[in-house]
Structure formats: C-alpha cells, structure tokens
C-alpha cells in the first residue's frame, strides 16, 4: 500500500474544481429521466474519453463505464444519472436544466440526486491515474447507472448477470450529507386489487361500489403506518419492528435503520362512465422495510387488514413487476423487491472510507456555510431514502459503502441544488479511500444485516 500525501490530494482535488462544476453542469442541460438518458450518456462518454480513461463502453441496458488501470479485480464507484421529473414548472425559481451557479452551489435538476456523484467519482479516477495511485492489482471502474428512480438496483442486476461485472466493492456516490453510510431501509411496490359491480348512478344500491372499498383499505393502511403498538390496537403500526418484543432477532438493527413506514403513493378505477358506480379500483403502496421485515410479512400485513379481509376475494394483494424498456430498448424484467442491507462498522470497505475522512478532513461531517444546516449529525450512519445498493450488497452480497455530494433532502424537490465543495470533497476521499482499503482484511462476512430474497428466479 503506498503512503498517501493527503495534502497533495486534497490540492489536486481542489485544482478540478472549475472543470468538475462545468461537467456537472453540462449533465444537468440534458433532461434524462429514467429510460430517457441517451443524451446524459453521450455526455459522459465523452468526458472519460477527453480525461483519458482507459476504457470506456456502454452496455446492453444503457448503462456507462469507464476503467482506469489494467488489475484484474475492480474496486468501483457507482452513480446512476436518471433523475425524475421537474413536476409543476412553476415550482422552480429558474430553468431546471439551464440551471445557474454561485460561488458555492450548483442549481438544476440531478445535481444532488445525484449526477453530482458522477461527477465526483470520475474526477476521482482522473486524480488516481495522475497520481499513480490506482492499487496495484486492481482496475478502478466508474459506472453512470440507468433506471434507478425507476427500479433501484436492476442496473445492477443486469451489470452483474449480463455483463458479468463482480467488484471487490463499491461506493455509492449517492447523496449523504458529508456522512459515510453504511447501510439503508429496504422497499417494496405492492399493488391492492379491488373488485366492484357498476351500475347506474342514479341508483348506486344496485351495484358493488369498489372505491368505497378502497376507501376502507386506505384507511387501514394508513392505520398501519401511522397507529403505536399497544396491546389493545387492532391494528398493530410497524413501529412495532422497533420493539423486542415483536423483533427479537433485529430490533437493534432497526432502530438504527429507522422504523418501516408504507404510504399509498397512486389510486386507479375503471368506470363506464361519470354517472355510474366503479366495477375496480386500484391503489400502489410504497412499503419501507426495515430490518426483520420480509417481503411475505409486508404482503400478509396488507392481506390482514381487517377492510382486506372483510371483502375476500374480492379483494388481490401482489408484488409489481417491472419491464419498461431501457433507452437502447433492452427489457430486464424484475420485481419490485430492493432488501434491506447494513454492513458492519468494522468492515475493511467501511473503514477505509472512514479512515480516509479522519486523515483528509477528521472526524466529524464538513461542507460549505449554506449545508452545514443538516450535517450536525453521526460522520456514520444511514440513508433515509433506498439506492442502487438494494443489489449490489443486497442481493448479491457485494460490499457497498455510501458517500456523496450533496443532500437528501435535495432529491426530488424543486429548486434543486448542489455543492462545490462537495464535489472537491468526495474527489479527494474517493482518491484516498480505495487506496486504504485492504482487501487481505476482507474475511468472513461484512454484512449485518442482509433481507431474504424471493422465490423468483431472475437471472
């Protein structure tokens, strides 16, 4: 292992300042919604060849890697580069993908959430080609990952069974906050089925109203996420996951994970028409799992709900698959399943990290004055919201540690922004952090927690 200058990382780091808020930049002017990321590709592509990577490619599904050293193992950096929509434009103070910038921040939409990441990383494996740095023995992968706000982790699904990409480890350049996180809730996607009878509206008592079932369904899940534990509620809320008492084996590690949560997130019918009774309704669930949860315990909680059980079979609980074709037109279907995922603090990937930041910029969280409002906070410790990591270490078990520029509360709001200094910051540590890890460490099992797959057979 080489002994490392953190002052001359630091300065190099800093020295890309200017070039890393141009290539943000340029990122945020193509609108790249998930399965729209065509242009955004392109220009990333073209920034690692200007750079000088050593390889770069694009794969079935759209997704872009660049390679830097000749080793045969791979310690990767992962970004995806799909952002959502801009929802209401009268929202936004200023174009969305015009964007401007100021002495500290980047505005536009992606910039924390999180093209940013991108940004960072492939600086990031610039600096270590420069800097002879690149560890002897392994190549350093760069990955700008599609579809991610879509279906977190079938990128990576498909980079691991498709390309057959397997990396040592990974850090996800998501959003944190100036905090390492090691680990974050997991999710699911259900869908509630209602079956109903129409008839005339001038005469509803003929037929078998399905909204007004589901009205009594939401109301219950609701109920579930909002209702305490006691012994005496008839629906039990999933704070109970935070008890002994009802998650013996994990409560400690959902108490760091934070409590499930599940919100309906969109409502559909069928109707002949305006003036006649709805024969289905439909709603989607965004279900937060924490550790202990299942995705068969969050199915059958739906399924007991007391509305639930009092319509019967009229009444369909499922998980959502999902097949939108990808912008090559690539179709990797998959479930709407992300498992919940903790690492250990002491693993080797986590420490590097850690010991990274303690020798750059010490112990505790920093950023510029306009961010500091929210990084008061553990230097360790967790997403709020679900990544590409739901695979990666989720379902395959590949180490994954997060840090990246930017906020959370940044992701999906308008007004989005981004900055500077994070950019410099997540360079340098990136540049220092593989360089500390110590794969000979990486022995036994690094996970704390990891949630069981299905029985689906995806490949």
């Known amino acids: 292992m080489k002994e490392l200058d953190y002052d001359k990382i630091k300065e190099v780091a800093e020295s890309h300042r200017e070039d890393m808020t141009r290539f943000l930049r340029a990122m945020i002017s193509h609108p790249s919604e998930s399965c729209e990321e065509k242009e955004v590709v392109a220009c990333i592509k073209e920034e690692m060849e200007r750079l000088g990577f050593d390889e770069v490619r694009v794969d079935g599904l759209g997704n872009v890697m660049g390679f830097m050293g000749e080793g045969d193992k791979i310690l990767c950096m ?7 929509g801009i929802g209401n434009r009268d929202n936004w103070e200023a174009d969305p993908y015009e964007g401007y910038e100021t002495e500290d921040l980047i505005y536009g939409r992606g910039g924390s959430d999180q093209e940013g990441g991108v940004c960072s990383a492939v ?10 740095l690149i560890p002897e023995g392994y190549k350093i992968m760069v990955v700008g990952t599609v579809q991610e706000e879509d279906c977190d982790g079938m990128c990576w699904q498909y980079i691991y069974n498709k390309d057959g990409i397997k990396p040592e480890f990974v850090i996800s350049t998501e959003p ?33 109203n399905a ?33 002994p008492k009802y998650n013996p084996d994990h409560f400690e590690d959902a108490r760091f994970l ?13 109707s002949p028409s305006r003036c006649a009774v709805a024969d289905s309704c439909a709603i989607s669930i965004d279900r937060r799992m924490t550790a202990g949860e299942t995705w068969e315990s969050c199915l059958n ?13 009229d009444v369909k609980v499922s998980m959502y698959m999902y097949d939108r074709p990808s912008w090559t037109g690539e179709v990797y ?53 679900s990544t590409n990591c739901v695979s990666i270490q989720g379902r395959y078990g590949i180490p994954c540690v997060g840090f990246g520029p930017g906020a959370e ?45 299905t029985n689906n057979d995806i490949k």
């Open 78 to 84: 992962d970004g995806h580069i799909d952002t959502v």
């Open 123 to 132: 600086y990031a494996a610039k600096m270590m080609k420069d800097m002879d």
């Open 176 to 208: 944190t906050d100036g905090g390492i996180y090691r680990g974050h809730r997991g999710r699911m996607e259900i869908r509630v089925d209602v079956h109903g009878v129409s008839c005339h509206g001038s005469a509803p008592d003929r037929g078998d």
């Open 211 to 243: 909204i007004y079932k589901m009205a009594d369904i939401i109301a219950d899940v609701r109920s579930l996420n909002n209702n305490g534990a006691d012994e005496s509620t008839a629906i039990k809320g999933l704070v109970k996951m935070l008890d």
């Open 258 to 270: 934070g409590r499930g949560t599940c919100t309906v997130s969109q409502i559909f019918f069928t």
């Open 301 to 313: 909680e739906v399924r007991n709900l007391p509305a639930v059980k009092k319509y019967g079979d």
């Open 333 to 385: 279907e998959t479930e709407c399943y992300f498992p919940t995922w903790i690492n250990k603090e002491s693993a080797p990937h986590v420490k590097a990290l850690v010991d990274a930041h303690k020798a750059l910029f010490g112990d505790e969280r920093i950023g510029c004055e306009p961010s500091m409002d929210k990084r008061h906070r553990p230097l360790v410790d967790k997403w709020t919201f």
């Open 409 to 453: 509360s940044q992701a999906h709001a308008p007004n989005e922004i981004t900055y500077k200094q994070d950019l410099v910051t997540c360079a340098a540590l990136y540049t220092a952090a593989l360089n500390l890890y110590d794969g000979s460490a990486a022995t036994g099992d690094v996970t704390e927690f990891r949630a069981g797959l």
